[in-house]
């Protein structure tokens, strides 16, 4: 019976389940007739402490990122009026083609990115999910020391 029994290596929240009963789930996860790929059977996460924020920079952007020490970055949420300090978490070392498209006319859409994460704490009374959209800000930190 434990063969059939799909268990979580931590404790989560389960966000979302792909699958239903009577499915067939193979190590690759479940085929998505959608997109013609396969999904995870299920997506766990923590939603308490810290969330994170994954942003993709265009390449023609990349030169002018900030060193990671220097990075200073704010995220505002599309129709609430609150802007959130992010902190550095890391760069994902591997440009790739951009796949999250918004729908705007003027958008590249043969652009590559470049993943960049930060962290940011959850505020009392802000309502923030994972997977939904928002606007990041990259600046460099004020430095007032000469060189």
């Not at 998505?32 to 308490?48: Q, W």
């Not at 002018?64 to 220097?70: G, Q």
């Not at 591997?94 to 705007?104: A, D, F, G, R, T």
Request: with cysteine; hydrophobic share 35%; net charge positive.
């Amino acid at each position: 019976m434990n063969k059939y029994v799909i268990k979580a290596l931590s404790d989560g929240t389960v966000l979302s389940i792909h699958t239903a009963m009577g499915s067939f789930i193979s190590s690759q996860g479940v085929y998505d007739t959608y997109s013609g790929s396969f999904r995870p059977v299920m997506v766990l996460g923590n939603m308490k402490g810290d969330l994170a924020v994954r942003c993709y920079v265009d390449e023609i952007l990349i030169n002018r990122l900030p060193d990671p020490s220097d990075m200073r970055a704010r995220m505002t949420v599309p129709g609430m009026d609150i802007n959130i300090p992010l902190k550095f978490v890391r760069i994902q070392p591997n440009v790739s083609p951009k796949i999250e498209l918004s729908s705007q006319r003027t958008e590249r859409v043969d652009v590559r990115v470049l993943p960049v994460i930060f962290s940011f704490e959850k505020r009392e009374g802000v309502s923030i999910y994972p997977g939904q959209l928002v606007d990041v800000y990259i600046g460099e930190k004020n430095n007032t020391s000469k060189k």
